[in-house]
């Protein structure tokens, strides 16, 4: 199987796509890994598998509309909504995330596909990274990650310095930026789960952002600095926490976002890209969106 991706905007030709066969309504609050989902777990509002599988029907209707191949995880007894954050590719190289240990189980849904993958990177333990952490741009790897004192504590820290060393050796031709995000396991609007809650880049030169989300003005002003304040579309945390910026692109003319974030997708027609318009309400609940429950496999250039 032929893997490559460059950036978050090229023509989207091979994609996986997460499922909710065998997702748990959860029963106990402990089991529950970001402040979204405690949310509605404590609102009465937790969705059930039905509700996802539907939502996450209707994302692989539109894909296929635009002929994209879509890869089905293996099956497995457990949540599997979110396959990007078991892996990601840069380039010609399929990274295995390592992720929460509660939830490491979910890697063997990618079995099947990487038997097919020839160039495969496992990172040592001890270097945590998930795929919403990592935001590509051509020449740059955007990376977010938590650098404090309380990193061992904080459930919602998902990506380390130590990951972002080893990925920069891979790639030492590319500029691997570093940038802290503001993490918060109560509250969903202090809280940037992954770098894809609160920033993606679009062609372009165009990126939607959330500034209140970056711990370090020097790392939020380079980002300002290479796109431009006037082709950034900032939200703010509220619309952050409802991951405004989780939107899928299919290509450069064209994205996937909820058709309830009208000034989004406002701003979106406004700049020229085509909006495919989708209820992804039920997933959201979750703590993700489109681009959380998707990992891309190939991206062509147009």
Not at 109 to 124: A, N, R, T
Not at 127 to 132: P, S, T
Request: aromatic letters at 10%.
């Amino acid at each position: 199987m032929d893997i490559y991706v460059e950036n978050e905007y090229d023509r989207l030709t091979e994609v996986v796509v997460g499922n909710s066969f065998n997702f748990k309504t959860q029963i106990n609050f402990r089991d529950l890994y970001d402040p979204i989902s405690l949310f509605h777990y404590l609102k009465g509002s937790f969705p059930n598998k039905f509700k996802l599988q539907n939502q996450i029907s209707v994302l692989k209707k539109i894909l296929k509309k635009y002929n994209v191949k879509i890869h089905d995880l293996d099956v497995i007894n457990t949540n599997q909504i979110f396959a990007r954050d078991l892996g990601f590719i840069i380039r010609d190289k399929f990274f295995i995330s390592s992720i929460l240990p509660d939830r490491e189980i979910e890697i063997e849904g990618l079995k099947s596909i990487l038997k097919k993958i020839k160039s495969i990177v496992k990172l040592p333990k001890n270097a945590h990274v998930e795929g919403g952490d990592v935001v590509l741009d051509d020449g740059h790897i955007f990376i977010g990650y938590y650098g404090q004192n309380d990193y061992k504590n904080q459930i919602t820290a998902r990506t380390n310095k130590k990951a972002i060393k080893l990925i920069r050796k891979h790639f030492p031709e590319k500029k691997t930026v570093p940038l802290e995000i503001i993490k918060s396991p109560h509250l969903p609007t202090s809280n940037a789960l992954h770098l894809d809650c609160c920033f993606q880049p679009l062609s372009n030169n165009k990126a939607v952002i959330c500034k209140e989300a970056f711990k370090n003005p020097i790392e939020l002003n380079y980002l300002i600095s290479l796109y431009g304040n006037e082709n950034m579309f900032e939200i703010t945390l509220k619309e952050m926490s409802k991951l405004y910026s989780n939107f899928l692109s299919i290509n450069k003319e064209t994205v996937i976002s909820d058709k309830r974030f009208k000034r989004l997708n406002t701003w979106l027609s406004n700049i020229g890209m085509k909006v495919e318009k989708v209820n992804y309400s039920e997933i959201a609940k979750l703590g993700g969106l489109f681009r959380c429950s998707t990992l891309p496999i190939i991206r062509k250039k147009n």
